[in-house]
């Protein structure tokens, strides 16, 4: 079955350092890739996302995603947070064009003043 | 655009007593998904509805939840009898997968505790 891991549940730093959030998954065909972000009493959105093309892919606020296939990864940055990012931040992935998504665990961003 | 409605937001109930959630998509969407969402987990797929056909329930349990969507708008999600492990954030999420496949727009959620 396909999985999506999330290598940190939780990332404090300080504002304008940089933030990297890893995401992999397991699936060895064609997926589709996203981030969605909740931040504090809000609901999910989305960040960004992937189907084809350029593997580098640009979405609000100033946050990027790479897609390494090769790595099953797709790993999201920002080169300066700021205070608002805080949030928790979830990678997923749909295998079909039925739109079936299997979201990772989550990763809890603090960005500290 | 009105976003994805859902109710209650917050819920308590004994276990062995039952629930329901309600959720309204948004207008024209024609895919309809819920989720559970277990603290310090992502998003579980329970149950995803096509207009008013199930795509997908292969994660529901269906010994004890239920969910329906009359008409292919609203649905309705049913937990009887809850259990303690039911305690959730319920996530309603629509999408049109026709014009913006892999969008899911989200509701606030309803957050269940079961005492």
């Known amino acids: 079955a396909q999985s999506v891991s999330q290598h940190n549940h939780h990332v404090i730093l300080s504002e304008a350092a940089s933030l990297e959030l890893g995401c992999n998954y397991s699936?060895?065909?064609?997926?589709?890739l996203f981030w969605y972000v909740q931040y504090p009493g809000q609901h999910l959105q989305l960040l960004l996302k992937?189907?084809?093309?350029?593997?580098l892919v640009k979405g609000i606020k100033g946050f990027e995603a790479e897609f390494i296939k090769s790595k099953f990864s797709f790993n999201l940055r920002k080169p300066s947070v700021q205070w608002s990012d805080t949030a928790e931040y979830f990678c997923?992935?749909?295998?079909?064009?039925?739109?079936?998504?299997?979201f990772g665990a989550g990763t809890q961003v603090v960005v500290t003043p | 655009e009105a976003g994805v409605a859902q109710s209650p937001r917050y819920k308590i109930i004994e276990k062995r007593q039952s629930v329901a959630f309600w959720c309204n998509p948004i207008?024209?969407?024609?895919?309809l998904y819920w989720y559970q969402q277990i603290l310090g987990q992502g998003p579980k797929l329970l149950i995803q509805?096509?207009?008013?056909?199930?795509?997908?329930d292969s994660q529901l349990p269906k010994d004890r939840f239920s969910a329906e969507r009359l008409k292919g708008v609203d649905s309705t999600l049913k937990i009887q009898p809850a259990k303690l492990e039911d305690s959730a954030v319920y996530l309603c999420?629509?999408?049109?997968?026709?014009?913006?496949?892999?969008?899911?727009?989200f509701g606030e959620g309803s957050r269940l505790t079961v005492l």
């Open positions: 999420a629509s999408s049109d997968l026709a014009s913006r496949v892999g969008e899911l727009f």
């Open positions: 207008s024209g969407h024609a895919t």
């Open positions: 699936y060895g065909g064609t997926v589709n």
């Open positions: 509805f096509q207009n008013n056909g199930v795509v997908d």
């Open positions: 997923a992935v749909t295998t079909d064009s039925w739109g079936k998504f299997q």
């Open positions: 992937y189907f084809s093309g350029d593997p």
